[in-house]
């Protein structure tokens, strides 16, 4: 159990939808980062926000966006959704954008199907 | 640019046999380096971390790694794999220079036999 709580656990969309993932931060955790874990390869690093604003990006396109609220919450939103999009998604907190200083704790992350 | 690659995609060991899983990384500074173990459906949970001092580390479940500068590794080591260590490992490197972030290996699924 990392405290860190990520929903649905599934979700499968239609090629050009929108979908929104969420994810619930340890208490206390003003950092969250999210990562894309395709089929056979490791997480890649998506965004990660500190206190409500994008506090640094990877190589993924704008329709690739997120939210952090206050209350330890946030989400991810990708619009147009492709095919290769396909993965499960990570979300992991941490009490400061400096990980090195502090653990990042991983949720059980969403997986997304694209048809 | 860093890296971090983890040569065997699959290992396949018997229970209460040794293991080790190999890890190489590409970093210009001082490398942060962990490992991670992912069960199926599951999130990925912290075995241990390096960030300096003794070279080898010790973590849960009884992994340890040890680090190796002139290699460039941080290969993870166990004396006697039990059959509920069959997972995914990841072998990561976090990047100091901008956002601190992950960059992961691709991960090495290991199988235990009974």
């Known amino acids: ?115 | 640019a860093q890296s971090v690659t983890q040569p065997d995609i699959h290992i396949t060991v018997s229970e209460g046999a040794s293991l080790e899983l190999r890890c190489n990384y590409s970093y210009g500074a001082t490398p942060y380096l962990f490992w991670y173990v992912q069960s199926p459906g599951q999130g990925l949970q912290l075995l241990l971390k390096y960030f300096s001092g003794d070279t080898l580390v010790q973590g849960i479940k009884g992994f340890e790694a040890e680090f190796k500068r002139s290699q460039s590794s941080f290969n993870l080591r166990k004396p006697s794999v039990h059959w509920s260590d069959a997972a995914e490992y990841f072998c990561a490197v976090v990047t100091t220079s901008g956002t601190y972030k992950y960059i992961f290996g691709t991960g090495t699924r290991l199988k235990v036999l009974a």
């Open chain 1, 1 to 115: 159990e990392t405290g860190v709580t990520q929903s649905p656990t599934h979700l499968i969309k239609t090629r050009g939808q929108q979908v929104t993932l969420r994810c619930s931060s340890q208490s206390g955790h003003n950092t969250v980062s999210w990562y894309q874990q395709a089929l056979g390869q490791g997480p890649q690093f998506i965004f990660q926000y500190y206190r409500e604003e994008e506090n640094g990006r990877g190589n993924f396109p704008p329709r690739f966006s997120g939210l952090q609220f206050p209350n330890y919450s946030s989400e991810l939103n990708v619009n147009a959704l492709e095919l290769d999009d396909s993965a499960l998604y990570l979300c992991a907190s941490s009490l400061s954008p400096e990980v090195v200083d502090t653990e990042a704790f991983f949720g059980q992350g969403t997986r997304l199907t694209v048809v």
